[in-house]
């Protein structure tokens, strides 16, 4: 059962159909089940577009919103029961069920909409429809148009112009209701509890993979039946890699090891990533770096609050990082001139953040008319500075070489600045080496 309510689902559907012009229709498609091998296919997720404006979460839908019709605004194509499949792969509600539990004004057979939508398209002057996403169901759209463009000369009106859904929609996504906000706290605070189990589990000679399974464990047993995204599990010179996912080798007493992981709970996703040393103590030079990236973070998370623009974390994340490592002897030269020609990125080449919500890089501009955004209450995002020293890095102390560091935290935008979602996952060096004291896992 998912946690966000009907009402609220309505309330988007009429948001968005407010905020379309005249004579308008918008088409979203559902996602579509995908093989993984022979006849099995990958676990459903359905898109994020999708499940936002309706809550249903079967495969083979297509969701019709037509502002101003006089039979309803809200229709809905959809796959029909069927007793014999339904045996095999599960309940589908059908369009008896989507008008029962769901709100729509009208519902069809997905076998039927070649025959049905050219209609419903007809007297429209614009499509709202996020073209190029999805080239299969362009065709079919541009089909479904060129059916009433073949019946001008019979009076049919076609549809002029199409409109990029994405805009509108994607920046309604980007504003959080309290109800989202209620179900990230959530996902967060189990995403949490994924990290400081890891944390007490975590020894050398294990493998990624087992300290993976814990956290697994931890979203699944709280009700989260999967990752937001694939997990990074990282020890030693593979915390380097920014998006390492093998996640197969050996842990080394002596190393760090760089875990990005949070759970997806009702299609909201948590974003954490923490580092520690898989020994459960920081070495010296682990430490100095260790402390420079939270520095970094911290100082980035504090710019968080509403009128300030979305680039001002990243810019405070660059110069803090800067500095320490000038003076810590990995950067040479003035700091000015080193921001500048963007000396850093040889150890910090990402951005200190992204959107967060439904999709772990959520939807929404950085940019408008090409000034950095504007931070706004109920907007969230991640602040995730890191340092990566490459193995091979000649340039500088082989002392330094191998070690990778990542601090990510999700925060939300609120009116008084901002909260930090992900707080409990501990963070500094004293918290971490206390939480690998307290060995409480089962192995």
Not at 328 to 343: C, T
Request: proline letters at 3%; hydrophobic letters at 40%.
């Amino acid at each position: 059962m998912t946690r966000i309510s009907k009402k609220e689902f309505a309330r988007r559907r009429q948001w968005l159909m407010e905020h379309m012009e005249p004579d308008s229709i918008a088409i979203v498609p559902s996602a579509k089940e995908i093989i993984r091998n022979r006849d099995v296919e990958y676990a459903f997720r359905q898109d994020s577009d999708f499940y936002y404006l309706t809550g249903f979460d079967e495969a083979d839908a297509v969701l019709i919103l037509l502002p101003g019709r006089e039979h309803g605004e809200y229709v809905m194509f959809c796959r029909e029961r069927d007793p014999k499949m339904e045996l095999w792969n599960g309940y589908r509600a059908g369009p008896e069920g989507l008008c029962k539990s769901y709100g729509t004004n009208d519902a069809f057979p997905i076998g039927d909409i070649d025959d049905i939508l050219p209609g419903l398209l007809e007297g429209r002057e614009r499509v709202y429809y996020a073209m190029g996403r999805h080239a299969e169901f362009d065709q079919k759209v541009m089909s479904w148009v060129n059916v009433i463009r073949g019946k001008v000369r019979s009076g049919a009106h076609p549809p002029g112009e199409f409109v990029d859904l994405d805009h509108i929609l994607h920046d309604m996504r980007l504003f959080k209701s309290a109800a989202e906000l209620k179900v990230m706290r959530e996902a967060a605070k189990i995403s949490c509890r994924a990290h400081r189990r890891a944390m007490q589990f975590c020894q050398a000679d294990i493998h990624e993979y087992q300290l993976e399974a814990e956290y697994i464990h931890e979203f699944m047993r709280a009700g989260a039946r999967q990752p937001a995204y694939n997990s990074i599990v990282g020890g030693g010179k593979n915390g380097c890699i920014l998006h390492y996912t093998e996640n197969a080798d050996l842990l080394k007493g002596g190393d760090l090891v760089l875990v990005d992981a949070g759970c997806e709970l009702d299609y909201y996703g948590a974003d954490i990533t923490r580092t520690f040393p898989v020994n459960g103590k920081f070495n010296t030079e682990q430490k100095a770096l260790y402390q420079l990236v939270l520095k970094a973070q911290l100082a980035a998370i504090a710019e968080i609050r509403p009128g300030n623009h979305w680039n001002q974390p990243h810019d405070m994340t660059v110069k803090v990082i800067c500095e320490g490592l000038l003076k810590l002897g990995l950067l040479k030269g003035e700091l000015e001139e080193l921001i500048e020609k963007e000396s850093y990125k040889e150890f910090y080449m990402h951005r200190a953040g992204h959107w967060l919500g439904m999709d772990v890089h959520d939807v929404g501009d950085y940019k408008v008319g090409d000034e950095w955004r504007v931070l706004e209450v109920g907007m969230v995002l991640t602040i995730e500075p890191g340092i990566y020293v490459a193995a091979d890095n000649k340039k500088v102390a082989k002392k330094w070489r191998g070690i990778g560091i990542r601090i990510e935290d999700n925060i939300v935008v609120t009116r008084k600045g901002h909260e930090v979602l992900t707080e409990d996952a501990p963070k500094t060096v004293a918290a971490i080496e206390k939480q690998m004291r307290s060995k409480k896992v089962v192995r």
